[in-house]
């Protein structure tokens, strides 16, 4: 914009100097334009300027595919606006990394302008998304006035998943993805397997009966099904690195290991330690998979004085995914 007011600049000296040197009506006209030209300008914005509203949104609060977010904004006015700029300011509360965004955009009266746009995420963490200032300028662009709507909001935005060999970092723990463990103390539901017989109760399903003994003792016997034991496993996570540069594996790491245990049926317990506390999380299902990874994405990476060893921990041993 700065062309177009050094090129009104120089027309209207221009016209000056033609009107002083010549006294003819043609430039006298002229000058008076270009006089008032600014002057019409200013009091577009002026009677733009208050009645212009603005609405925004996400699709979602929490994102699990960065490639799938969109923003949604939302402009009314009841003049029209010929150049119009929103400036958007993205913060990342976990990496702290912060960046702006012009929207270029015109609206005519009485007509809502949506703009749908497609930030894009560098990384995981707790995304703040926040309108800095909407600028409206004049017809001519000589001139310009912002506002600065209080209109804000978050975006979890989940690490991105890579598989993971689940059955190497499950050897450590002892538990087998093909082999189901039954209670030797109580017993269950599983047809698949017996825990043992007894005598016929009253109530007792005739699935349960055991025909070959009870015809060879003369009387029902029932057999008693087992007791699947759940796979469990604990894991500690420990967000400490030597430096700030590619700590973005951790968190992929952890979210991409809890989403392969809850998709194998294995409930676990995760444990992130910080340097003041330790945060317990229990993942039992999809449900509580959204929820670690809401917390997992708050927690800030930690710059350890003395060893640094960002990673997963399974009975004080190291596991790699």
């Not at 120089?10 to 430039?27: E, H």
């Not at 999380?281 to 060893?307: N, Q, S, Y």
Request: hydrophobic share 40%.
């Amino acid at each position: 914009m700065l062309i177009v007011k050094l090129a009104y600049i120089l027309v209207l000296a221009f016209s000056g100097i033609m009107l002083v040197l010549s006294d003819k009506y043609p430039f006298f006209v002229f000058f008076v334009l270009l006089i008032l030209f600014p002057v019409l300008g200013i009091a577009e914005l002026i009677l733009t300027f208050p009645f212009v509203r603005i609405k925004g949104r996400a699709i979602d609060t929490i994102i699990e595919n960065p490639d799938d977010n969109r923003l949604f904004y939302e402009i009314r006015s009841l003049m029209p606006i010929s150049n119009g700029v929103l400036v958007l300011n993205y913060k990342n509360n976990l990496t702290g990394e912060k960046r702006k965004e012009k929207i270029h955009f015109s609206v005519l009266p009485f007509v809502k302008k949506r703009l749908v746009l497609k930030p894009v995420s560098k990384g995981c963490g707790v995304i703040e998304v926040s309108v800095e200032r909407v600028i409206i300028r004049d017809f001519a662009g000589l001139f310009k006035i912002s506002k600065r709507p209080k209109l804000s909001f978050k975006q979890y935005i989940f690490p991105r998943k890579r598989n993971v060999d689940l059955t190497n970092f499950l050897a450590k723990t002892g538990i087998s993805l093909d082999e189901e463990k039954f209670s030797e103390e109580k017993s269950g539901y599983d047809v698949s397997e017996i825990f043992g017989i007894r005598e016929y109760r009253e109530g007792d399903s005739l699935r349960q009966i055991h025909y070959k003994l009870s015809a060879k003792r003369d009387k029902l016997i029932s057999k008693e099904y087992s007791l699947p034991i759940d796979k469990e496993v604990t894991v500690i996570c420990s967000p400490f690195f030597d430096s700030l540069e590619n700590t973005e594996d951790f968190y992929i790491m952890v979210y991409s290991l809890s989403s392969e245990l809850i998709k194998n049926n294995i409930k676990h317990t995760l444990i992130f330690k910080t340097k003041t506390n330790s945060i317990t999380m229990r993942v039992e299902e999809e449900r509580d998979l959204a929820e670690m990874t809401c917390v997992l994405v708050t927690l800030k990476p930690v710059i350890a004085e003395r060893e640094a060893y960002g990673g997963l921990y399974i009975d004080g041993r190291n596991c790699y995914v």
